[in-house]
């Protein structure tokens, strides 16, 4: 029986990368219960209302995807539509030839780590310079984000300064505050050389055509201070209804990403700049992008369509904080990933399907969602997924259930397995002679034996029906 | 087919065999409101109190802006020129304040002076509006930004705020010195934005 792939990666990790993954992750959860519920009377009602709000969308993109294209043009934005990866990345390209640019600050998106943007447009002549401080490092560093909201949750300070000295920004300073000091001189330099700023979208409200932005560092407020030019690539699930649903949602996401009451900035953009003002784009388009989310749709497991992508799921769970993001092997780590990336793959599903077995369905994740997606169900819908399609990796771990189909399908066999079962405590579980249950506790921990508990205490329960203690 | 086509026909297929669609919930702005924004205070003194626990700096005189100007040893900047009128009477000679902001020396600034279109009281949240924000880099390359605020232009909450959103073509909250935790976690203000956010109350 193989180990599943997400196993032997997290076997293999090292320790001190282990144990920079699991202290982010657990202090970024930590922060937000204690925020979110200090805050709010009823934190949860306001997730399952975001996660109403959401799902409304997602059920209706039909309708919303025109309203929002017709809201957009109104603003003065070009809307453009890309069905696929590439698509998408042409479309930038276009734009930017169009305009004779050559030099591009890019602002963190997921979208593009799916379509890899930065790699295409180097191929094809144009620098292309991510300036959120740790997509910066992942970039020099030509590496990939391990995390949707913390990019180099991975690293230490150390691999840090070595690289900033391997690019020329400075001999070795491990100190976050040199660190930091050194790329905003870096990148302020290339903001106002930049012909064309692009950006991600957290939210595009349909009635308004705003565009709303979410950061901390200022990354994204400087690409629009300096550049003229602003291409936003939005995957086409981002839609809000009302701009009111903005004071739901923005409340929710800073606190579920990072604990914080609202990121440091909030941008509305609606359009290019005002005329009155001397800084920013002269000119606006937006990308709506497809890249297997319509596969998604079409799925049973459309509810991962809600995601707003702040990491909280990453942060809560027990196999992410062990294995770490790259374990995953694809741009959405953690229990968010293991459901939307095998979909996203489309054709190459097979190729991910261990992925939604990695998780002991312990149910945190849906418990931290701010939209409150049911991740813990869509995990099993695809295992069945992979089980019906026979795909090989989705199986690896697995041992084979005929036995114990068998045993558990025949009282008397399985109540003497259960008295039987208390041999376990004293014999050493490598001696058992089932090759799929030693490969299982390979890497297991099994509790003293309690078989038979159940059925004893049952025996001395009374068979009266209890009385109803809340009355109509 | 272009590719919007072919979207919108993969989207109106994926949608067929749904029967009945979730509907679109209404929802009471009380329930977004936060505790601290409950008690009986005034706007300013909650802003003040909320903007504090973001590490900003709330004040409300000019001369306190010129004391920490000073003790910040920031005496090269930029003013939005309409504000400056009623701002220079405090500066003394020894500052160095120009009107016009020049991209090419970004770095030649230690502060920014402009206007705040409004503030959020219950998250000590600056608005900065394009309309009247007379440099979007004055506003956000220079290490310190004040943002002139009037004190009838504070909102109470959130929901307030969104409702005011209106046609401005870029709307930004500011809350709190521009920051990251990408480096192990570890907090450092002033990553691309100003490392000082100053909220300065002048009615």
Known sequence: ?472 | MNDRDSILGRVRAALAPLKVRAPLPDWEREIVIMREARGNVDAWTLFATRMKAVNGTPLDTAPALVALLEKENAFVGYCDPALWPKLKPSFPATFTVETTFDRTRVDHYAFGITRAAAGIAETGTLVLKDASTSSRLAALAPWIHVAVLARDTLFHDLPEAVDALGEDANVIWCTGPSKTADVEGILIEGVHGPGLQVALLLD
Request: glycine share 8%; hydrophobic share 40%.
């Open chain 1, 1 to 472: 029986m193989a180990r599943q792939l997400i196993d032997q990666f997290a076997a293999q990790l090292p320790e001190d990368r282990r144990a920079s993954v699991y202290g982010g992750s657990k202090v970024g959860h930590e922060k937000r219960t204690k925020v979110l519920f200090d805050h709010f009377p009823d934190a949860d009602r306001l997730r399952e209302l975001a996660g109403e709000i959401k799902q409304h969308v997602v059920e209706n993109l039909d309708t919303y995807l025109p309203k929002i294209e017709a809201s957009l043009i109104a603003a003065g934005v070009k809307v453009h539509w890309a069905a696929t990866a590439e698509a998408a990345n042409k479309a930038v390209l276009d734009i930017m030839r169009a305009r004779g640019a050559t030099r591009m600050v890019k602002s963190k998106t997921m979208v593009s780590e799916e379509t890899h943007l930065a790699d295409y447009l180097q191929q094809n002549g144009i620098d292309c310079l991510e300036t959120d401080l740790g997509e910066f490092i992942v970039q020099i560093d030509g590496d990939h984000p391990s995390h949707i909201v913390k990019p180099i949750i991975h690293k230490n300070r150390r691999e840090i300064a070595q690289s900033f000295e391997r690019h020329g920004l400075g001999a070795y300073d491990d100190d976050p505050q040199t660190i930091t000091r050194r790329a905003r001189r870096f990148l302020r330099k290339k903001y106002l050389e930049a012909d064309v700023a692009l950006t991600g979208g957290n939210f595009l409200v349909a009635e308004s055509g705003r565009l709303v932005l979410v950061t901390n560092e200022g990354n994204s407020r400087f690409c629009l201070a300096a550049t003229k030019t602003h291409i936003a690539m939005v995957g086409i699930e981002k839609i809000l209804p009302r701009d009111r649903d903005l004071a739901l949602l923005l409340n929710l996401l800073a606190r579920s990403a990072t604990a914080q009451q609202l990121t440091v900035y909030t941008e509305f953009i609606k359009g290019p700049r005002s005329s009155t003002q001397p800084d920013g784009p002269e000119e606006m388009h937006v990308i709506l992008v497809d890249n297997g989310r319509t596969d998604v749709l079409e799925s049973d497991c459309r509810e991962i369509l809600r995601c707003i992508r702040c990491g909280a799921c990453l942060n809560v769970c027990p196999i992410y904080r062990q294995a770490s993001g790259h374990a995953y092997r694809s741009v959405y780590p953690g229990p968010v990933g293991a459901v939307l990336s095998p979909l996203l793959a489309g054709k190459k599903f097979p190729e991910l399907a261990d992925l939604p077995k990695a998780s002991s369905l312990c149910g945190a994740c849906n418990e931290v969602c701010p939209v409150n997606i049911p991740i813990p169900d869509l995990l099993l819908r695809l295992r069945n997924k992979g089980k019906e399609e026979g795909a090989k990796i989705a199986s690896a771990g697995t041992p084979p259930m005929g036995g114990w189909a068998v045993l558990a399908t025949q009282p008397m066999l399985w109540k003497t397995a259960m008295m039987g079962g208390k041999i376990l405590d004293v014999l050493p579980e490598k001696f058992v002679p089932v090759p799929a249950f030693r490969a299982w506790t390979d890497q297991r921990t099994l509790p003293g034996w309690r078989g038979g508990v159940f059925r004893k205490w049952m025996r001395t329960r009374e068979t009266k029906p209890r009385q109803p203690t809340v009355g109509p």
